[in-house]
């Protein structure tokens, strides 16, 4: 059977970021594999199938996401155990970009079966799919993250999976601090948020400073702290705030 997981990203993002991954993960498996359900399951099918056709979940999983929202459910009589099964409705992916996209389709990243093995490698092949579909771009880990409901440095541990085909360059920029009264230096540092995106304090300067140790035509750098750019700017020296910016991607290769 040949399977293509390409349920639109205005599906599985909104649901990734909702925390919703277990159901996304059913879904985008659900209407990727070439089988017809005939429109209703019930979680020991859904297992039973997903494994004969190369996506080995858990049980437990399954159970998780047939539990949302998106998979109305109803009892039917099951005369063979005696007992009524739960049985559950499967959305149509119509369905889905209209109730979860507003009815928005831009793109529909295709993944391949080795990316349906878990949530962890079906985020990092939505990752993986869309650095290579952007060829060169430049986003911040922010928002990277947040797009597949993750963490900042969740996406640079999934590009260690494909970090042949992909080049992550980090871009900064310097900002100039002489003259600023400690007001305007307070204000930047609010602005570019302290220990995330200030990598150091860079002094290229002439002139000597004590305990600083700038020498002459020296470039040093120190930690990103207000209170050492503050004593530096005071000095009259030529401080900047060297910035991480936005890291800029680049696919360099067929995957």
């Known amino acids: 059977m040949k399977s293509r997981f390409c349920l639109p990203n205005t599906v599985r993002e909104p649901l990734l970021q909702a925390g919703r991954a277990d159901c996304v993960f059913i879904l985008d498996a659900i209407h990727g594999l070439d089988y017809d359900f005939g429109g209703v399951t ?5 297992a039973r199938i997903l494994w004969a056709c190369g996506v080995l979940v858990s049980p437990g999983l399954v159970r998780r996401a047939l539990s949302d929202e998106l998979f109305p459910s109803f009892l039917i009589p099951d005369r063979e155990r005696g007992r009524p099964e739960l049985f559950y409705r499967i959305p149509t992916v119509d369905f ?5 996209a507003g009815g928005l389709v831009l793109s529909a990243d295709e993944l391949t079966l080795g990316d349906m093995k878990n949530i962890r490698s079906y985020r990092a092949g939505l990752h993986r799919t869309f650095l290579r579909r952007q060829k060169r771009c430049q986003y911040s880990r922010e928002f990277l993250g947040r797009r597949l409901g993750v963490g900042d440095r969740a996406t640079a541990n999934y590009e260690s999976g494909f970090a042949d085909s992909i080049i992550v360059t980090p ?30 304090v860079v002094v290229d300067t002439g002139r000597y400073y004590g ?13 990103a702290l207000f209170s050492i750019a503050w004593k530096l ?12 910016k936005c890291n800029v991607y680049e696919w360099s290769e067929s995957f």
């Open 42 to 46: 019930t979680a020991r099918e859904l």
């Open 96 to 100: 889905l970009v209209g109730v979860v």
């Open 171 to 200: 871009d900064y920029e310097h900002i100039l601090l002489v003259g600023m009264s400690r007001d305007e230096l307070s204000k930047v540092f609010d602005r570019v948020q302290v220990g995330r995106d200030i990598v150091e």
């Open 211 to 223: 305990k600083f140790g700038a020498r002459e035509g020296s470039i040093q750098t120190f930690p």
């Open 233 to 244: 700017v005071q000095a009259g020296l030529m401080v900047k705030l060297k910035v991480r």
